[in-house]
T-cell receptor, first 111, second 113 residues
């Protein structure tokens, strides 16, 4: 069953702008992860945030987690054309093992 | 390490045929996961293994699907008989343990005619 739901489904921005994607989930979690998928490729892990963390940074990525609202956001700053991809959030539903993925946000960054 | 390896990368078959997808996880990873991705349903977990033992196969759509992991370095996902609705991209992923990132293979794009 899918737990994470990303919003928006699609996002189009210009290079240099920031991109924000949101994820909502339904049950308690141990951690939430964000993945990127380029067209025709496998998923690549971007960042993991644990349930006791509120914010995490990795390069141009910033992830926030609000467990009271069961939501997370991924911010990509100063976007580049190479950031064009689909972005997925995934939660572990307290099992810590299997992940449940949302349907993703399709990001298009135009030069 | 070469990462998670999947074969074949593309498979085209006719309805009713048996299909076998293969996966080699990253050495030392205790968990192996099989996912299916379609436009309609997104990314679905089919089954996962821990130390070669199937832990949760509740995502396997029906009895036509079976998965095995005979050793720590090899797993198969078999569909017999295949149907057009099985057309999807099948991903294998592995990780060293709970609460860690998963490492995905490049996927197998299956088309059942």
């Amino acid at each position: 069953s899918q737990q994470g739901e990303e919003d928006p489904q699609a996002l189009s921005i210009q290079e240099g702008e920031n991109a924000t994607m949101n994820c909502s989930y339904k049950t308690s979690i141990n951690n939430l992860q964000w993945y990127r998928q380029n067209s025709g490729r496998g998923l690549v892990h971007l960042i993991l945030i644990r349930s006791n963390e509120r914010e995490k940074h990795s390069g141009r990525l910033r992830v926030t987690l609000d467990t009271s609202k069961k939501s997370s956001s991924l911010l990509i700053t100063a976007s580049r054309a190479a950031d064009t991809a689909s972005y997925f959030c995934a939660t572990d539903e307290n099992s810590g093992y299997a992940l449940n993925f949302g349907k993703g946000t399709s990001l298009l960054v135009t030069p | 390490d070469a990462g998670v390896i999947q074969s074949p990368r593309h498979e085209v078959t006719e309805m009713g045929q048996e299909v076998t997808l293969r996966c080699k996880p990253i050495s030392g990873h205790d968990y192996l996961f099989w996912y299916r991705q379609t436009m309609m349903r997104g990314l679905e977990l089919l089954i996962y293994f821990n130390n070669n033992v199937p832990i949760d196969d509740s995502g396997m759509p029906e009895d036509r699907f079976s998965a095995k992991m005979p050793n720590a370095s090899f797993s198969t996902l078999k569909i017999q008989p295949s149907e057009p609705r099985d057309s999807a991209v099948y991903f294998c992923a592995s990780n060293p343990g709970a609460g860690n990132e998963q490492f995905f293979g490049p996927g197998t794009r299956l088309t059942v005619l």
